[in-house]
């Protein structure tokens, strides 16, 4: 039934230890996005895909990467996490009239 | 530039109640819709409702509202019968621009439905 689903939904990794994070969409929706949040504050966009068409945000950090193998998969490395990266990290599809379907997000801590 | 404004950072309302969530947006475009999301404290942030700024009427779904004032550039979300359950984050959110993918968020209120 779910529709978007991240997995793990809680992940701990070490300070500077490659993780990834991965999402999946059974919507079959062009545009998928990945976004960090912050306690209580809003999320913000780090990519997003249209098919296979990258689109990075001028103010994310290199030390994320995305991955789009095909329409329903979308993974996020982080390739040498800090203290700061720690975060909610909402997956999302674009799907009818411009809605947003987010998945359940992953909670990343970075010992 | 698109800007979304929600300037209640924090809400209490009583159960079995009404609130009216506020958001002002401020756009040149024509077209344009206007969304609000849930998100309980677990993280998962959930659609609630749509409205396009052509749309003749407000948008209702169910318990929710949206009071659309178009002139003013407001969209505020009202939600009847409060239950607790309804105690989370309402974001207010906005495509950025034309021709874009992207959309901009409110900064959230944090509503607390009371026994």
């Known amino acids: 039934d779910a529709m978007v689903i991240q997995n793990p939904r809680y992940q701990v990794t070490q300070f500077g230890k490659p993780v990834t994070l991965s999402c999946s969409q059974t919507l079959n929706h062009n545009v998928m996005y990945w976004y960090q949040q912050k306690s209580s504050q809003a999320p913000k966009l780090l990519f997003h895909?249209?098919?296979?068409?990258?689109?990075n945000e001028a103010d994310t950090p290199d030390n994320f990467q995305s991955r789009r193998p095909n329409t329903s998969f979308c993974f996020l490395d982080i390739r040498s996490p800090g203290l700061g990266d720690a975060a909610m990290y909402l997956c999302?599809?674009?799907?009818?009239?411009?809605?947003?379907?987010f998945g359940p997000g992953t909670r990343l801590l970075v010992l | 530039a698109q800007k979304i404004t929600q300037t209640q950072p924090g809400m209490f309302v009583q159960e079995k109640e009404a609130v009216t969530l506020d958001c002002t947006y401020d756009t040149s475009d024509q077209s344009y819709g206007l969304f609000w999301y849930k998100q309980p404290s677990s993280g998962e942030m959930i659609f609630l409702i749509y409205?396009?700024?052509?749309?003749?009427q407000n948008a209702t779904e169910g318990r929710y509202s949206l009071n659309f004032q178009k002139a003013r550039k407001s969209a505020n979300l009202v939600i009847s019968a409060s239950q607790l359950g309804d105690s989370a984050m309402y974001f207010c959110a906005m495509r950025e621009g034309p021709g874009t993918y992207k959309y901009i968020f409110g900064t959230g209120t944090r509503l607390k439905v009371l026994a």
């Open positions: 895909y249209y098919d296979k068409d990258f689109n």
């Open positions: 999302a599809t674009r799907g009818l009239r411009e809605t947003q379907y």
């Open positions: 409205q396009g700024s052509y749309d003749e």
